[in-house]
T-cell receptor, first 115, second 113 residues
Framework: AQTVTQSQPEMSVQEAETVTLSCTYD???????LFWYKQPPSRQMILVIR??????QNATENRFSVNFQKAAKSFSLKISDSQLGDTAMYFC????????????FGKGTKLTVNP | DTAVSQTPKYLVTQMGNDKSIKCEQN?????MYWYKQDSKKFLKIMFS???????INETVPNRFSPKSPDKAHLNLHINSLELGDSAVYFC????????????FGSGTRLTVV
């Protein structure tokens, strides 16, 4: 079974600084997708960034980028120029390619951006 | 126009009651899901339907029954509610194929008293 581990239950960062959230996963599959979702206090789940395992190039979306290390099964999220609106729970998630499209989530990291 | 809409957003009910949560998506997606988020914020899949066919049925008490009248709707009916059913329930949908991830509804906070 696939598992996703987020080892940092809580983190904080000062506004405008950079923060990195960690995620590791365990799978025997070679083709899969990885995601980071953001859940602000409003409760809405928002897709932040997506990575295809067969692509070596790390995905980026504006201030958000990932460091994908396939051999190490690591998928960290870097947030640059942190903003107050980045305060949220962040979930790392995994999905096998060509399977049932079941999304397996980590337990989340609560990020607080301080002014 | 809301892409994935759930109703109600909040539901407070007594133990033993039966309740339903409705979900509709207007994205044309083929697959819909129900996830449960517990008090520690952990998200776990309950069910998924692809074009009205049940694909995933995780270890969920049979008091929970999903119903998909068409591929745009996936409702969740819960019988004989228990205190432990209190959680946030999310509906989601996905396009399938290239796995672009899910589009989630805004969640339904269910409180059983």
């Amino acid at each position: 079974a696939q598992t996703v581990t987020q080892s940092q239950p809580e983190m904080s960062v000062q506004e405008a600084e950079t923060v990195t959230l960690s995620c590791t996963y365990d799978t025997s599959e070679s083709n899969y997708y990885l995601f980071w979702y953001k859940q602000p206090p409003s409760r809405q789940m928002i897709l932040v960034i997506r990575q295809e395992a067969y692509k070596q190039q790390n995905a980026t979306e504006n201030r958000f980028s990932v460091n994908f290390q396939k051999a190490a099964k690591s998928f960290s999220l870097k947030i640059s120029d942190s903003q107050l609106g980045d305060t949220a729970m962040y979930f790392c998630a995994f999905m096998i390619s060509g399977g049932s499209e079941k999304l397996v989530f980590g337990k989340g990291t609560k990020l607080t951006v301080n002014p | 126009d809301t892409a994935v809409s759930q109703t109600p957003k909040y539901l407070v009910t007594q133990m033993g009651n039966d309740k339903s949560i409705k979900c509709e998506q207007n994205l044309g997606h083929d697959t819909m899901y129900w996830y449960k988020q517990d008090s520690k914020k952990f998200l776990k899949i309950m069910f998924s339907y692809n074009n009205k066919e049940l694909i995933i049925n995780e270890t969920v008490p049979n008091r929970f029954s999903p119903k998909s009248p068409d591929k745009a709707h996936l409702n969740l009916h819960i019988n004989s509610l228990e205190l432990g059913d209190s959680a946030v329930y999310f509906c989601a949908s996905s396009r399938g194929g290239q796995s672009y991830g899910y589009t989630f509804g805004s969640g339904t906070r269910l409180t059983v008293v």
